[in-house]
Every structure is written in structure tokens, then in C-alpha cells.
């Protein structure tokens, strides 16, 4: 199984959970990823597959996605180990032609299944596949403990936690324009959180899960990587900030949000910005 392994894509994918279990955000089997493979990256693996597998039910329904091949993290699978044995902990899935079952190809030497929000990462690529014409690849949920930290101290509001990580760092809103989409607590694992996290994901690239996680999604592992890593660390400043003091003495102002904008070419949402100076 060495070329599955020396994919491009498989390495990138290996990469990202190595150093997302190095930041600190995947204790014992937290955290979870998953890539939608491209048709010229599977078309020479197609000789390496096993397409005997039973179709299981994914738990929820993704049509536009009928067909593809994912590759994602296996459930209970530790992040801290794919790098030592990817074989046996992530598993390459194909989708059938109703987008409803789904079969594991390569992967989960030993058996297993794929991550437990599985219904999560299909429909929130189902959604940005169509938002961004097909360019989005990447699903990536962390645990990382700043943002976490914030659910329980700031109000559960999209434009409360766009504009308190703006402020933090420069560059957030140039790294995240559209700003963070927040889900309040819910039971995580099944279709109903799914169905309220895609459409979040429909306007936003992160999204918080309150006293749970955040979900990135992006182009490429590089970018996604990129953008958790950026808002936790504008959640770490936030939180040391808050630590320091019971106000702000000074921040950045919704003027500087707009030259920002025009200086870097970026649409910023008006909501995050109205009124919101304190
Ligand atoms: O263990 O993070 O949300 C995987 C998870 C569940
Ligand atoms: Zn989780």
C-alpha cells in the first residue's frame, strides 16, 4: 500500500493531524478531518482499492456529493497516532450514487468506522463544494481549549465573537472576513447538529460549537490549518486579555475595520461593525 501512502494528498492529511495533536487540540480521540479527494488524485489509486466493503448508512443524506471519494479519521481513533500507523487509523470512503451509504476502500487496518461526525463533514462539504464552485476540500474539528473557554464567558451570538476575535489580531479580519457562525450546545454525533452547522457553514469558513470545538473549512490543509490556528490564537489573546483587566483600555474601532478593508481588498459585514464599539 505504499503509493495510497505517498499520495500528495495522503501526506498533507497526515501532516495536518500531527500538528493539530502538537498545538495541544486533540486529547485521547478529539478532533476529527476529512478531505473530498479529487478525481485525478483517486483515478491512480483505483487499482489499490477494495470496492467489496458493505454499504453502511452515513445517517444522514448528501446527493450532490454521490460518488466521491473522501478520505477522514476513524472514530476513536487517536490524532496522535496517525502519523505512526495511517493505515489503521484513517480510512479512504467512497459514496454511492444516492449520496445516502458510504464504503470504506483502503484504511482502518483491523476494521472500524469513520469518524463519529461523519454526517457533520458531508453535509457541511456538501454545502461549501456549491458555495465556492467546487474549490473547498477540506473539513477539519478541533478541540482547542481558548475558544472553548470563551462559550462559557461571552454571549452564544455570530457578530459577538466575529467582532471580539477581530480585535485581537490585525490580520482575523483579513483571515476571516465573513467572520466565525456560532452552534449552541448540542448533542454532537448525529444528523440534527449537521443540519445546523451546514447551514452556517453556508455563510461561514469557522464555526464555533459551544463548550465543544470549532469546525474550520478550506481550500487546501495549509489554509484550513492556517485559519484554526488563527482564530485560537485570537481566542488565546482574548482570553489573557479578559484575564488582565474587566474592560478593554483600547481596541481596534470599526473605523479601522473599514481602511482595513480597503487597503486589503476585503468585504467585511457591516453587521460586525455597526455599532459595535465599546
Ligand atoms: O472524538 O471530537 O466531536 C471526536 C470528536 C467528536
Ligand atoms: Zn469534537
Not at 486533540?26 to 477494495?50: C, F, Q, T, W
Not at 464567558?153 to 490585525?170: A, G, H, I, S, Y
Amino acid at each position: 500500500m505504499k503509493d495510497i501512502l505517498n499520495a500528495d494528498f495522503v501526506k498533507g492529511f497526515v501532516r495536518l493531524c500531527d500538528n493539530g495533536w502538537k498545538q495541544g487540540w486533540h486529547e485521547r480521540n478529539g478532533g476529527n478531518l476529512s478531505y473530498r479527494v479529487k478525481s485525478s488524485e483517486i483515478e491512480p489509486l483505483k487499482g489499490m482499492l477494495d470496492h467489496s466493503g458493505e454499504w453502511r448508512d452515513i445517517g444522514t443524506e448528501v446527493p450532490d456529493l454521490a460518488g466521491e471519494y473522501f478520505l477522514v479519521t476513524g472514530s476513536g481513533r487517536f490524532m496522535q497516532n496517525t502519523a505512526l500507523d495511517p493505515e489503521a487509523n484513517i480510512a479512504l470512503i467512497e459514496l454511492d450514487e444516492a449520496g445516502k451509504n458510504y464504503r470504506v476502500c483502503w484504511g482502518l487496518r483491523g476494521g472500524g468506522v469513520p469518524t463519529s461526525e461523519l454526517p457533520t463533514h458531508l453535509m457541511n462539504h456538501q454545502v461549501k463544494k456549491a458555495a465556492t464552485n467546487g474549490k473547498y476540500r477540506v473539513i477539519y474539528h478541533a478541540h482547542p481549549a481558548n475558544i472553548i473557554a470563551l462559550t462559557f464567558v461571552l454571549p452564544l451570538k455570530d457578530e459577538v465573537f466575529t467582532r471580539e476575535l477581530w480585535e485581537m489580531m490585525t490580520e482575523c479580519p483579513i483571515v476571516f472576513p465573513q467572520g466565525v457562525g456560532v452552534v449552541e450546545w448540542m448533542v454532537p454525533g448525529g444528523r440534527e447538529i449537521a443540519v445546523e452547522s451546514s447551514k452556517l457553514m453556508k455563510k461561514f469558513d469557522v464555526i464555533v460549537w459551544a463548550h465543544h470545538g470549532l469546525f474550520c473549512s478550506g481550500e487546501d490543509f495549509d489554509l484550513t490549518f492556517g485559519l484554526m490556528h488563527t482564530v485560537e490564537k485570537a481566542a488565546k489573546i482574548l482570553v489573557k486579555v479578559r484575564s488582565m483587566a474587566p474592560a478593554k483600555l483600547q481596541s481596534m474601532t470599526s473605523q479601522n475595520f473599514r481602511d482595513l478593508a480597503l487597503a486589503y481588498n476585503v468585504d467585511l459585514d457591516e453587521r460586525f461593525l455597526d455599532g459595535a464599539d465599546s
